[in-house]
């Protein structure tokens, strides 16, 4: 089982590989980072135009509508202390503290998670799921 936060889903999304994402789960919250990748894109590095921009919120919303989603709801203290202690935001805390409950492999692409993750669970990131075969 993976969690996959929200670098890692933008990043397969980008290389067309969303496959992988069915091997496991992301949080409520990936939507909204998601979007924020969308936006920062077009908005502030102007790599994306308006209509490609259009498009790839269009296909994110698809995806995350088929990924199972999970919530940190009910874990809210865990998190918070998490994040204190490894010095990681709320929104990577949460997906961290969500691989440890489930004893699942978190993916990412952010290496700060990957670093700190690495102290509780085996992490990848996107490019090692994909060369040990996660699907394409």
């Not at 259009?54 to 203290?77: A, P, Q, T, W």
């Not at 503290?97 to 085996?122: N, Q």
Request: charged content about 30%.
């Amino acid at each position: 089982m993976y969690v996959f936060d929200a670098s890692a889903v933008v990043n397969l999304i980008k290389r067309g590989l969303t496959s992988p994402l069915t091997d496991g789960l992301t949080l409520d919250l990936a939507i909204y980072e998601c979007l924020n990748v969308v936006w920062k894109e077009y908005k502030l590095l102007r790599k994306l135009d308006e209509e490609t921009a259009s498009s790839f919120i269009k296909i994110i919303s698809d995806v995350l509508s088929i990924i199972r989603m999970d919530s940190i709801k009910g874990s809210e203290n865990e998190v918070f202390d998490l994040a204190c202690r490894e010095g990681l935001t709320i929104y990577d805390a949460s997906y961290l503290h969500a691989s440890m409950k489930m004893g699942a492999t978190p993916i990412t692409d952010d290496r700060k998670l990957k670093e700190k993750g690495s102290k509780y669970v085996k992490v990848l990131s996107t490019d090692q799921l994909i060369q040990a075969g996660g699907r394409k």
